[in-house]
Structure formats: C-alpha cells, structure tokens
Nanobody, 124 residues
Framework: QVQLVESGGGLVQAGGSLRLSCAAS????????MGWFRQAPGKEREFVAA????????DYADSVKGRFLISRDIRKNTVYLQMNSLKPEDTGLYYC?????????????????WGQGTQVTVSS
C-alpha cells in the first residue's frame, strides 16, 4: 500500500501563489507516476499535472501550462505543485495520485492511490 498526504492549500487572492506538497509513504517503490488532479464543486475531477519519479517527463493541462510547475524530491518521497498567477477558476479540492504504471495518460482511472485532498480557494 501507498499512503499520500497533501498539504499547502489555502485561500489566496487572484494573481497569488501557493505550493502544494504530496508526501508519499509505504511501498512507494511500486509507483512510477505521480499526478495532481482537482475537483471543483459540481464538476468532475480533472487532470492538472503529472511527473515520473524517474524524471524526464512532466505533463500539464492546457489550463495551467505556464503557470503551474510540478516537481519531485526523491529523497523525501514528496511531489510538489507550485501554482503561480492563480485564477478563481483554479479553485477546487486538489488531489495527489500515484500510479504503479509509467502512465502518460491523463485519466484518473489509471492512478491506484489517492490522498484526501487539500482545498485551494482563489478569490477574485
């Protein structure tokens, strides 16, 4: 099993920044891909960004490209999401997911483990 714990969410004004963290524990060696997803009230969960533990690959949703940056610290088993130039439409519950496969797809069905989420609220 793999446990994921997100942190770093909060309330911020439009144009501000936040950095989310996802700390992984347990059988982390069994995972290859880490991803961030978000869910706004009344909407489906959507892909935000993904990264391979091995490095060399990152992917971003078009809506966040150029504003968000995903990174990982292998020694700390932690993945980060630096969010800049935040917009009210970025508001939502942000989830960290881990996939056993080295998936480059953006579907949340391919991720095997999930955290509880951290709330991000961007005011206009």
């Amino acid at each position: 099993q793999v446990q994921l714990v997100e942190s770093g969410g909060g309330l911020v004004q439009a144009g501000g920044s936040l950095r989310l963290s996802c700390a992984a524990s347990g059988r982390t060696f069994s995972t290859n891909t880490m991803g961030w997803f978000r869910q706004a009230p009344g909407k489906e969960r959507e892909f935000v960004a993904a990264i391979l533990w091995s490095g060399g690959y990152t992917d971003y949703a078009d809506s966040v490209k150029g504003r968000f940056l995903i990174s990982r610290d292998i020694r700390k088993n932690t993945v980060y999401l630096q969010m800049n130039s935040l917009k009210p439409e970025d508001t939502g519950l942000y989830y960290c997911g881990a996939a056993r496969s080295s998936t480059t797809a953006r579907s949340d069905s391919l991720f095997d483990y999930w955290g509880q989420g951290t709330q991000v609220t961007v005011s206009s």
